[in-house]
């Protein structure tokens, strides 16, 4: 190879470190992915599912699209530090203050992703 030019190909172990860390981001993507329905499988469903005191259920995008609308950082920030008005009351975090401002943010992410 000259100085100054560039190499056809990588080394075999250059291009198996690559695949192997590409794989593993892959790995976290997936698990990270299905975190939101995690989190409402073991602590959310309790009220959406049933739509407990005002809760919107899972799909019904007459309930969620006026909540969509005003902007997903408020209805974080209603899902994290709690709620009560006009549709409802939303205890912060859901009632379950063990779950991280992440996990309740993975939670209201994928009951958006389902309704749209």
């Avoid at 009220?47 to 309930?63: I, M, Q, R, S």
């Avoid at 939303?90 to 779950?99: A, E, S, T, V």
Wanted: net charge negative; glycine share 10%; proline share 6%.
């Amino acid at each position: 190879m000259n100085v100054g030019s560039i190499p056809q190909s990588m080394p075999a172990s250059e291009t198996e470190t690559t695949t192997e860390a590409t794989t593993e981001v892959t790995q976290v993507a997936a698990v990270d992915e299905n975190r939101g329905q995690e989190v409402y499988d073991t602590a959310c469903y309790i009220c959406h599912n049933v739509g407990l005191t005002g809760a919107p259920k899972p799909g019904d995008a007459d309930n969620w699209n006026p909540r969509i609308q005003k902007g997903v950082d408020i209805l974080y920030n209603n899902a994290i530090l709690g709620y009560q008005g006009q549709f409802g009351i939303m205890p912060p975090k859901g009632g379950n203050l063990l779950l991280t401002d992440d996990d309740v943010r993975a939670a209201v992410d994928y009951l958006i992703e389902l309704v749209q």
